[in-house]
């Protein structure tokens, strides 16, 4: 009776906010708090706040950091917050309301311009120039994926993690059909699928039902040349690309070549527990990071099976391989600029936090940071592997996209709901594309 | 517990010369395959909990060839602290809560059930109202209001409200059961020259003690439970309470560890069970007369 | 005269002593229901996204959910199937529980505390996976299905049956209702009982013209509470879908799709609108069942 009560006050709880003694907009570039310090010059000293998101392990990680960092600044007291991916932005979003976001507040770029909108993040670029916070070893192009829609740079990348193409080679060997070639695109991928029909083991799919993977589909459109959003944050491919791209999966699905659309449905989370990880799939989309956990898990069933990443499918306009940075990022409100900045400049450059952190949230964006990873001798072949796969990546200079305000909250679950909708019969392509297009225009940018 | 009467009055059964002991045995079988049914998950829960981590997921079966205890040292060395913080956190929110709660519903609910007073109509329904409205709706606005009161990583803004009764379900269920005592003990108190803070401590409350004991056992249950109140206003982990510490398993970017959450699961329910256990009849009392009138 | 008098002032006393009694509660009241139900009420005639000021925009909000948003219309469908679907199954299981429990039967409260034991763990994360493990396509359903020679595909995975898992996860938890009856069954008189007997009534007839119409003030008030829980009802269908509420919008309840326009798409005005809405809702339900309680409630002595 009342046990729903509690655990059950979870949302709604959140609707009805009272913002009001304090709703006053950020308007014009108006700062808060941190008043002169643009530049992050200072005294490094003094309490900072520190959000990331994560489980128990990253913590544990980014907690050995910060502990680094205060042992290198008396007088540095860092408070640290951490939720899982889901939780985390709704309390950064509550955060900002009240104007209490943490001095250091870890984002990616696909939410970035949900606060730049608002302006409720300081430009790095005045740092930079000071140069409290250093970019000499990181590629431009992936500096940039961490820059707004006015040039100006918001966070700071630290970790460049990539959507790879996970292939269970045991299974795949095992129906004689070998991996994808090299430089392969998606036709040919898509066909490697197909191929696979048969041949593999009772309860086995050569793929899952993926039509509405957001990452996918953006692997795809850059693959083909397609721009993903317009400079106004609306839809920038045509929607003939779109139904296109789901008819493809429609195909493979409805031969039986993927999993039905209810099985995939049951996934559960989590890079060690996903269908790949459980052996249930010959290949799937999955992050670069995900290659250690999901094989842990893979290894432990029988036969041993070995899971390799490579590269996206290619297509006319090259890789289809986009970046997915995370990075920290400093809000307005924020009143010691100084060693929040000193904080990020360390956590992204110093190598001896980034072996402590041994980039756990995609590849350490600095060089040298990555190469000394690289070149130890206790790195597990598997994370070698990561590595190498994105260095391999990231010199064929990805494209970088920017995501439009909306982005995470509307068009990845539209996205995802859309193709749900198709799989499952409840509408055609044609009209899930018409949906889709009408609500992604109207939830995005803006 | 209860005497023996088996099939005096069978309610179910075409007729009354059936053999007793065959129904008996009929209506045993019924409830024991319902409670398999039911119980199940959690059997399997805790079974998976001293399961290695690679088999935790892989099998719906009770059993393994390989029992281990790893799972809880794991678990409770998980994360930045370990979980015994988490777990004094929880019962130092749980146990002012409850406090709380038993504070502001016993005061508020003797006055609604025994003293007169202007507007009590409109305030008594105010009461019932505020039960039907989606109690979330008020989080945010709270959240709001104890940012402005630097209330921010503090244990006050989970405990605060149970103080100032916003749990009107409480309140109500304890008007109920005060109701449900005879007005002669009042009566006979104040011929004794009690006050009615008197009669209300000294009469009163203990007669109310199997709803004061489900007001706690509920209270417990929504405080130890709670994920999103905590969420909000505990940031510093070494504040963080159960429910938090488990969350912190499950970690859609990174590795979550089930086996551990399956454990330290197991072991955030214990209290939950064996609070209820003890307090079983009390509970049961207390709970019942919420439905009467 | 004077009597009233006497009366007035103890009244009098007797209410400021009341007052302080109640102090508590309505200091909680104003600041902590009222006052953010009155601001929630100003946000629904808002475009607020938590951010920046909110701005008015009148009737917009209320024109758009019943206009132009089909999500909000499939959450309201599927909260009235849910709703029309999980209660009267809840309280006839629990009744049919409760009566099995009921008189003279071995071990009484062991069952009953079993019964009540699932009430007591709500929605946390540890059984939302759990019962995704349960309705999976390889779960546990499904394999005992198939000892029966019976293939199924996923339960939570499919629109067709996700639904009926989260009233499945609602029923587990029957155990706080069926406690309520089987105290109510505690205080049928037997004597009515036996009368029945003689005239000849059979058990299944006796339980119609005798327990029934004594447990009506039970089932009205165990009705009314779990109504109004299934209206909102978000931890399990929240924890189940993993906060998106599908397959394909199937478990997309009012609540969760409002915590969705709320918390993740920061529509707060919008979302405002819908919790008012549902706030009239379930007063008018609540005002219903009060008006029909006279036809079919029976308390045994006027109140």
């Given at each position: 009776m009342t046990r729903r009560l509690g655990t059950a006050a979870l949302a709604c709880a959140a609707l009805l906010v009272a913002a009001g003694c304090n709703g006053t907009s950020v308007g014009n570039g108006a700062t808060g708090g941190a008043a002169g310090g643009q530049d992050g010059k200072g005294d490094v000293t003094g309490s900072l706040q520190l959000t990331f998101w994560g489980g128990a392990n990253r913590a544990a990680k980014t907690n050995a950091v910060a502990d680094l960092f205060v042992k290198a600044h008396p007088g540095v007291t860092i408070d640290r917050q951490n939720a899982d991916f889901g939780s985390y932005f709704n309390k950064l979003n509550i955060q900002a309301s009240s104007k209490t976001l943490p001095c250091v507040m870890q984002l990616q770029g696909r939410q970035l311009n949900d606060y730049t909108k608002r302006k409720v993040l300081l430009p790095l670029d005045p740092m930079i120039e000071s140069g409290v916070i250093k970019v000499d070893d990181i590629p431009q192009e992936v500096v940039d994926t961490g820059r707004g829609p006015d040039g100006k740079l918001y966070f700071l990348p630290y970790g460049a993690a990539y959507d790879a193409v996970g292939v269970n080679e045991t299974l795949a060997r095992q129906a004689g059909i070998g991996l994808p070639p090299d430089k392969y695109d998606w036709k040919q991928y898509t066909d490697w699928i197909a191929s696979a029909k048969g041949k593999l083991p009772d309860g086995v799919f050569a793929a899952g039902a993926r039509g509405g993977l957001p990452n996918y589909f953006i692997a795809y459109q850059l693959a083909n040349g397609k721009q993903l959003f317009t400079d106004d944050g609306k839809l920038g491919f045509g929607k003939e690309s779109l139904i296109e791209y789901w008819e493809m999966w429609e195909r493979l699905r409805k031969s039986g070549v993927t999993m039905s659309a209810d099985a995939q449905a049951d996934e559960p989370q989590g890079a060690e527990q996903n269908f790949v990880a459980q052996g249930r799939l010959m290949t799937d989309s999955m992050p670069g990071n995900a290659l250690t956990p999901a094989s842990a898990t893979l290894a432990g069933r029988a036969g041993g099976q070995k899971l390799v990443t490579l590269p996206m499918p290619s297509g006319p306009s090259g890789s289809g391989n986009a970046m997915f940075t995370s990075g920290f990022a400093i809000p307005v409100n924020c009143d010691n600029v100084p060693t929040a900045a000193a904080f990020i400049d360390f956590f992204t450059n110093d190598l001896e936090a980034g072996k402590i952190f041994k980039?756990?949230?995609?590849?350490?964006?600095?060089r040298k940071v990555l190469q000394a990873q690289i070149d130890d001798p206790q790195l597990p072949a598997l994370k070698k592997h990561e590595l190498e796969l994105f260095a391999k990546i990231a010199a064929n200079k990805p494209p970088t996209i920017l995501y439009p305000p909306g982005y995470q909250a509307t068009f990845e679950n539209a996205f995802s709901r859309a193709y749900e909708e198709i799989a499952f019969g409840k509408k055609t392509v044609q009209q899930a594309a018409d949906s889709f297009f009408t609500e992604a225009n109207a939830g995005l940018g803006g | 517990m209860t005497a023996v009467t088996v099939g005096a009055r069978p309610l179910f059964g075409r007729r009354r010369s059936r053999n007793p002991l065959v129904l008996a045995l009929i209506r045993h079988a019924v409830l024991i395959a319902v409670l398999v049914l039911m119980l199940y998950p959690v059997v399997w829960m805790v079974a998976a909990s001293f399961r290695p981590s690679a088999e935790v997921m892989n099998s719906?079966?009770?059993?393994?060839k390989n029992y281990t205890l790893d799972n809880y040292q794991q678990g409770w060395s998980a994360g930045q602290l370990d979980f015994s913080r988490y777990f004094l956190n929880s019962v130092a929110i749980t146990v002012l809560s409850i406090a709380g709660n038993l504070f502001s519903c016993s005061l508020t609910a003797y006055a609604f059930a025994r003293l007169e007073f202007p507007f009590k109509r409109v305030l008594f329904g105010l009461l019932l109202a505020t039960m039907l409205l989606p109690y979330h709706v008020t989080l945010v606005p709270q959240y709001i209001l104890f940012n402005e009161l630097a209330w921010m990583n503090t244990y006050l803004p989970l405990v605060v409200p149970k103080w100032l009764g916003v749990e009107a379900f409480f309140i109500f269920l304890m008007v109920q059961f005060i109701r449900t005592l005879p007005r002669e003990l009042d009566d006979a108190a104040r011929i004794d020259g009690c006050g009615h803070w008197r009669t209300f401590s000294r009469i009163i409350l203990p007669l109310a003690l199997p709803a004061i004991g489900t007001t706690a056992l509920f209270t417990f249950i929504n405080s130890w439970n709670d994920f999103l109140g905590p969420l909000l206003y505990l940031n510093r982990p070494e504040l963080w309470t159960v429910s938090l510490g488990l969350n912190s398993f499950l970690d859609v970017t990174g590795e979550s560890a089930y086996g551990a959450l399956f454990a330290m699961s197991t072991l955030a329910l214990a209290p939950i069970v064996g609070f209820f256990l003890g307090a079983q009849k009390l509970l049961i009392e207390g709970v019942a007369t919420t439905g009467l009138k | 005269m004077s009597a009233a008098v006497t009366k007035s002032s103890r009244t009098g006393r007797e209410g400021l002593t009341a007052y302080l009694f109640l102090s508590p509660w309505l200091i909680g009241i104003v600041l902590l229901t009222l006052g953010p139900m009155l601001y929630s009420a100003y946000l629904a005639f808002t475009s607020y996204d938590l951010l920046s000021a909110p701005r008015w925009i009148g009737l917009d909000n209320f024109r758009r959910m019943f206009t132009a948003d089909p999500r909000y219309l499939s959450s309201v469908k599927v909260t009235l199937v849910y709703v029309v679907v999980s209660v009267p199954l809840l309280l006839v299981v629990s009744m049919v529980l409760a009566l099995l429990l009921n008189k003279g039967i071995k071990f009484l409260s062991g069952y009953r505390a079993l019964f009540y034991l699932p009430s007591l763990m709500g929605a946390s994360v540890a059984i939302a996976v759990l019962w995704r493990q349960i309705f999976g396509s390889t779960g546990l359903v499904n394999q005992v299905l198939s000892l029966f020679g019976i293939t199924h595909g996923s339960w939570v995975g499919s629109p067709g049956t996700a639904l009926w898992t989260i009233v499945t996860l609602n029923l587990w938890a029957f155990g706080a209702t069926m406690i309520i009856f089987l105290a109510g069954l505690r205080q049928v008189p037997a004597e009515l009982h036996e009368a029945a007997a003689v005239d000849g009534a059979g058990p299944i007839r006796r339980f119609f013209s005798v327990t029934l119409p004594l447990m009506t003030p039970l089932i009205f008030f165990n009705l009314l509470l779990d109504t109004i829980h299934a209206f909102q009802v978000f931890t399990g269908a929240f924890v189940v879908s993993r906060g998106t509420g599908g397959p394909a919008d199937s478990t997309l309840f009012y609540t969760l799709y409002l915590y969705q326009q709320g918390f993740a798409e920061l529509k707060m005005g919008y979302a405002s609108a819908m919790a008012w809405v549902l706030v009239i809702v379930l007063a008018a339900f609540t005002g219903f069942l009060f008006l029909t309680a006279r036809r079919w409630v029976y308390y045994g002595d006027e109140r």
């Open positions: 980039s756990d949230n995609g590849a350490a964006t600095n | 719906l079966g009770l059993f393994s | -």
